[in-house]
């Protein structure tokens, strides 16, 4: 089955400051969708971005199917942003995998 | 729109109980999906539903089993549950096209002693 890995597992970040949070998955995938899981454990749909680059706010997402990874970018970060973000990949009708996720930890 | 609901939202079983997750869309989506997230850990997929009438196992079916009622609703049995079974379940929906998103419920946290 298709294996998904995120890094880094940890992250902890002054309020203000930008990061990078990296999935890689093994084969190749026709729906890849960012979640954040919040403090009260709710899933978050973050973005949809089987390829190209998404914006939403202070969130953007890359992917590049051909090298089977994506990105996200979280700029000027908010002690709101903390939780666990998760990759996650797929094809149509068939299953969908979870990566470990990253834990963010944005500091006041 | 309520997307996908499940219920209950929390249950304490004791070992050896049986006890069914209720799950339901209403998106019109043909998948759907039940996860079970242990402490700490991601979402690993228990079974998954291509679309009405089909079902398959995922990582980890073993002390499961589903049914897919109809388009709308896809269950979850525990026949016997054990305390390793104690985790936090969500489902899932998504359509089978392109441009199409997974949606997810807000969880059932189960607990067995």
């Known amino acids: 089955g298709i294996q998904v890995e995120q890094s880094p597992p940890d992250l902890i970040l002054q309020e203000g400051a930008n990061s990078t949070l990296r999935c890689n998955f093994s084969?190749?995938?026709?729906?890849l969708q960012w979640f954040h899981q919040n403090p009260w454990g709710q899933l978050i749909n973050l973005f949809y971005?089987?390829?190209g680059t998404k914006q939403n706010g202070r969130l953007s997402a890359t992917t590049v199917a051909t090298e089977r990874y994506s990105l996200l970018y979280i700029s000027s970060s908010q002690t709101t942003d903390s939780g666990v973000y998760f990759c996650a990949v797929g094809n149509y009708g068939q299953n969908f995998v979870f990566g470990p996720g990253t834990r963010l930890s944005v500091l006041p | 729109n309520a997307g996908v609901t499940q219920t209950p939202k929390f249950q304490v079983l004791k070992t050896g109980q049986s006890m069914t997750l209720q799950c339901a869309q209403d998106?019109?989506?043909?998948?759907m999906y039940w996860y079970r997230q242990d402490p700490g850990m991601g979402l690993r997929l228990i079974y998954y539903s291509a679309s009405e009438g089909t079902t398959d196992k995922g990582e980890v079916p073993n002390g499961y089993n589903v049914s897919r009622l109809n388009k709308r609703e896809f269950s979850l049995r525990l026949e016997s549950a054990a305390p390793s079974q104690t985790s936090v379940y969500f489902c899932?929906?998504?359509?089978?096209?392109?441009?199409?998103?997974?949606?997810f419920g807000q969880g059932t946290r189960l607990t067995v002693v």
């Open positions: 971005i089987p390829s």
């Open positions: 899932a929906s998504s359509a089978p096209y392109r441009n199409t998103e997974a949606f």
């Open positions: 084969d190749s995938v026709n729906n």
């Open positions: 998106m019109n989506h043909n998948s």
